[in-house]
């Protein structure tokens, strides 16, 4: 079935000759975000699937969380918080894209909103907010455990801008992780085509010297394995750049219509 894009919008003039609205516009950024965190809110597995991200740090909070060296306990703080969640999102962002096409619901959404993109970006905002979000409960998590543990001086309570710092990488790698799979769901339109994209650039990615840690799988493991007192700052710049292609390059194959 082929869709094509909506009419040019049409503005209602008041008398008085001043614009007044625009019919045809569709809603706004707001609501179109507001409606993704509903689908996901009464969706079955991208809440599970969010669920079981957040679960599987409960017993690894237990573990890893008990050893007794201060030092370990810090520098592993950004890998532990962020690197399953990181990979988590990356999906998630596939699958809150995939599954629009899967259902033939983006038919609805683009017949509504005449600007394509405009649903694209109410799709990377929702999952930046719930990146965001959940990252930054599991990097608190993990420093609340340390510190329960080692003591707030261990885990930098005395060094805020370096606390900070280290909070933020998580949540920017997430972020990034998560738009990532957002750009790869909008380009292949499946879960599987997806899922196999991602496995195969991260198989080029860990074999090739010149895109290890560089490329738009491997970067964030460039960045989250590393110890928190360093950051490789070229893997980070690449998460972030590739975050930033992949939705142009997804901004750019809206054009295309649904297969019949």
């Known amino acids: 079935m082929a869709v ?4 040019p919008t049409v ?3 008041r008398r008085s000759g001043r614009p007044r609205g625009r019919r045809g516009a569709g ?4 609501r179109l975000v507001a409606t993704e965190l509903l689908k996901i809110a009464t969706g079955r597995w991208q809440l599970v699937g969010l669920g079981v991200a957040l679960a599987i740090h409960v017993p ?14 810090w ?12 990979y988590a999102m990356m999906f998630f962002g596939v699958i809150l894209v995939t599954g629009e096409y899967r259902y033939r619901t983006v038919t609805h959404a683009w017949l509504l909103t005449p600007r ?15 990146g965001a979000t959940l990252s930054t409960a599991t990097f608190a998590a993990w420093w609340a455990r340390g510190a329960a543990r080692h003591g707030t001086a261990a885990m930098r309570a005395d060094r805020p801008a370096e606390l900070l710092s280290a909070c933020v990488i998580v949540v920017v790698m997430v972020c990034a992780a998560g738009v990532a799979g957002v750009g790869v769901g909008t380009l292949t339109r499946g879960s599987t085509a997806a899922a196999g994209a991602i496995a195969l650039s991260g198989l080029a990615e860990a074999v090739l010297d010149v895109a290890r840690f560089h490329g738009p799988v491997t970067a964030p ?6 110890p928190t007192s360093e950051t490789r700052v070229s893997s980070l710049l690449a998460a972030i750049s590739w975050a ?6 997804a901004s750019a194959s809206l054009h295309r219509d649904l297969p019949s």
Not at 117 to 126: E, F, I, M, P
Not at 221 to 226: D, F, H, K, S, T
Not at 244 to 249: D, F, H
């Open 221 to 226: 493991l460039g960045v989250l394995l590393w």
């Open 60 to 73: 690894l909070l237990l573990l890893w969380g008990a050893q007794a060296e201060p030092l370990v306990a």
């Open 27 to 30: 809603p706004g950024t707001g």
């Open 75 to 86: 520098n592993g703080l950004r890998s532990r918080s962020g690197f399953l969640l990181a």
């Open 4 to 7: 094509t894009e909506a009419r």
């Open 11 to 13: 503005e209602v003039v």
């Open 116 to 130: 394509r993109s405009r649903v694209l970006a109410a799709q990377v905002l929702t999952v930046l907010a719930v």
């Open 244 to 249: 930033v292609v992949l939705t142009a390059a």
